[in-house]
């Protein structure tokens, strides 16, 4: 790895931690921002190496720990932006040759790119030891988050809105934060990688051929015990009942991802398409309800899909 190229992993760092800085300090003005901070990891990643990637992660610490005087800050975006990062961009690009004899003419081997559902189940791994390791690392206590959230519930509240149902909403929001919280990194890294590789795909540096999303995402069927096991112990209580929970949210919105994939491949060549898809979204986002749909259906896709060993390979 030349100069160039760890200064190109230097700058993706820093550009990362500065879309990250809205969400560390809170300014509300700058908090969507950090929605995209896994994107300059990714590009340095898939255009420039894996090497390049895990640099910019690095970067990414050093530039948040050193501004804010925080090894803890540098940490939450290191273990939830530059490390899932850095590893997905490395995954993204592994390949291997075809086990096939090589035909006369061929300017280089046939590859078999590493397969999207196996990219998608690491997603949800990263993302899940992602936020328990943050949690670890902030104390995570629902019992003790709550009357704080209630407090602030209540400064938001009308004076008409009784302290009982404050304080029983409080509960429920921090009830849902371990569903929600790696459900939405999943959601976050999925979409990060797929405009990731579109811009470096632009550039022309993305050695690896444009995946048909639609027809080849889905999971490995180890998904469905896993994600049976985690709702089991999200009804055991305690510490591991939220390890439960962790677990369970990532890999229900991986499911939900796969579902939404498979509504756009049976709908392909349709009449109507258009208007189905956009009613499906819309749907989505003004009710929420249809996700459960969509989640039962990326099951059912997992649960016929065929073994992992031949999960869709992208040949080149």
Not at 130 to 137: H, N, P, Q, T, V
């Amino acid at each position: 790895m030349n100069a160039k190229s760890i200064l190109i992993g230097l700058l993706a760092g820093l550009a990362s931690a500065l879309l990250f800085a809205g969400l560390v300090t809170q300014a509300s003005s700058a908090v969507a921002l950090a929605f995209v901070a896994p994107v300059p990891i990714l590009i340095a990643s898939l255009g420039w190496g894996s090497v390049v990637g895990f640099v910019a992660a690095l970067s990414a610490f050093g530039a948040v720990a050193g501004a804010l005087g925080s090894v803890y800050a540098g940490l939450s975006i290191f273990l939830s932006v530059g490390l899932p990062s850095a590893v997905l961009g490395h995954i993204a690009g592994l390949a291997r040759p075809v086990d096939a004899p090589a035909r006369a003419g061929d300017a280089a081997p046939a590859l078999v790119w590493f397969p999207l559902p196996r990219i998608l189940f690491a997603m949800v791994l990263l993302a899940s030891f992602g936020c328990i390791a943050m949690g670890w690392l902030i104390g995570y206590d629902p019992a003790e988050l709550a009357p704080a959230v209630s407090q602030a519930l209540s400064s938001e509240a009308t004076a008409t809105v009784p302290p009982q149902q404050i304080a029983e909403l409080a509960r429920f929001v921090v009830s849902v934060i371990p569903y929600i919280q790696p459900a939405f990194l999943v959601l976050t890294l999925a979409v990060c990688l797929y405009v990731s590789a579109a811009i470096v795909r632009t550039s022309g540096r993305l050695p690896r051929p444009k995946d048909d999303v639609p027809a080849t995402a889905g999971l490995p069927r180890i998904a469905l015990p896993l994600f049976a096991l985690a709702l089991a112990l999200c009804f055991t209580g305690g510490t591991v009942a939220l390890l439960g929970a962790v677990f369970a949210g990532a890999l229900g919105c991986a499911f939900t991802l796969v579902g939404l994939a498979a509504m756009h491949r049976r709908s392909r060549g349709r009449t109507g398409r258009g208007l189905l898809l956009f009613t499906a979204y819309v749907a989505i986002v003004l009710l929420s309800i249809p996700l459960l749909a969509f989640l039962a259906l990326g099951m059912f896709e997992t649960a016929k899909s065929p073994a992992l060993a031949a999960d869709s390979d992208q040949t080149r």
